[in-house]
């Protein structure tokens, strides 16, 4: 039974042993002390403590050899210290995250344009058609204030008429009696005034009787009565009774060249002859003949007619700027608003608005359509920069920012806005170089750039 319980012992020491080198010392010597082994048996204390020392000699050697294949071969170790160096080369290059390297003659090659940033105004319109109309102010027809013919037609369609011009002459005889009667009492009124001067001079040498100098005095005043109504009459046809007394002068050495029937019509404005409604030998002034021969239309400047919403109108005023918006190739014009009406359509509910727009080179002709904008506010901001300027990068609006070595990425916070620019409420300052074209080129060499430094 001993035996058998010291072969036991034993086994179990050399297991512990075999598993614990440092253990098996302190097993082995209770045992031996207890008597339950052999004092021959060979201690297993060097040999636990020198089998771990076989795999350090041979990571040593291996060691060693990894280090000859490195000053050798230098190929793993050495790839990974070439990526790194590139790294750091690149880094460098890009002047950190966010930071583009270049010159600006690079950027003038890239059509890369700068603004300096700075406050401005921020426009909101209101998008409404509308239609070119004429100017009602610079439109006028030629009219025909006399009973008469057609003698002659001066200007053709689209012809250039200066005010006070002659473009048309009538053959009237309601002219040719009011002149006569004109002339007739100016000569009347003369030899009345010479009788009247007679009678006063033996009157006031008591030459003459008293009556007859009464009767010289009321026969020049009626004479002279007359030839204001005969010049009033004149005025009411637009004749001039200067004018009509120095043809009469005129007259007398061409007797075969009367002008008493003629009776010329005159422009009453500058324009062009937009319209033309009679013809040589039309009769004119009667009722149910033409009332008027031209109509001249100065297209200098036109006018917007808009219709404006009920809903809308409180935010349209008198003065606001207004811009015509078309296609890239179409023309652009602005204007401002002349008119807003007091009074709605009954039928679409809307208010009439004039706008008043110069057509110096006549791009505009009336009739046409077109789609304006309507200032409706005006909000002053302290950065302003326009909407070409920012970009998008990861779901933040960025722009760049022009330093010394090249572009810098810079975070904003858009506030309001219109149709050209943006508010900046943070990220910018006034002052600052900023891409406000072509910044898409900058985006796609910082998201280059982000990529290579990745790898």
Known sequence: MRAFLSVAFLAIGIAIGGA?????????GALAAAGLTNARATPPT???????????????HEHADDEHKHSEGEAK?????HKHAEGEAHGHDQEGEGKIKMSAEQAAEQDIKLATVEGGILSRHLLVPGTIAQDADRIARVPVRVVGTVAEMRKRLGEEVAKGEVVAILDSREVAEAKSDFLTATVKADLEKTNFDRQQALWDKRISAESAFLNAKAAYS???????????????LGLNAAEVATSAKKDETTPNLSSLRRYELKSPLAGRVVERKVDVGTAVGKEGDPADVYTVADLSS??????IPTTELSKVREGAKVTIVGGDDGPR???????????LNAETRSARVIVA????????????????EVEIAQDKVKVRLPKSAIQTIGGEKVVFVRTQEGFERRDVTIGKADDDAFEILTGLKPG????????????????????????
Not at 20 to 28: G, I
Not at 77 to 81: D, L, Q
Not at 222 to 236: F, G, H, N, W, Y
Not at 333 to 343: H, L, T
């Open 333 to 343: 014009g602005e204007g401002k608003v002349v008119f807003v009406s007091p009074i």
């Open 20 to 28: 614990f080198p440092r253990v098996s010392e302190v097993v082995q």
């Open 222 to 236: 009626e004479a002279t009565l007359r030839v204001d109504l005969a010049r009033q009459k004149l005025s009411a």
């Open 432 to 455: 600052d170089e900023v891409a406000v074209a072509n910044s898409f080129v900058l985006k796609a060499e910082l998201g280059k750039a982000e990529a290579d430094h990745d790898h």
């Open 46 to 60: 060097n040999a636990a403590m020198t089998k771990p020392a076989t795999p350090a000699a041979d990571d040593g």
């Open 302 to 307: 036109v006018w917007i007619e808009l219709a």
């Open 357 to 372: 727009l110069p057509n110096k080179d006549m791009a505009w002709r009336p009739g046409t359509f077109v789609t304006t």
């Open 77 to 81: 170790p050495e790839a990974g210290g």
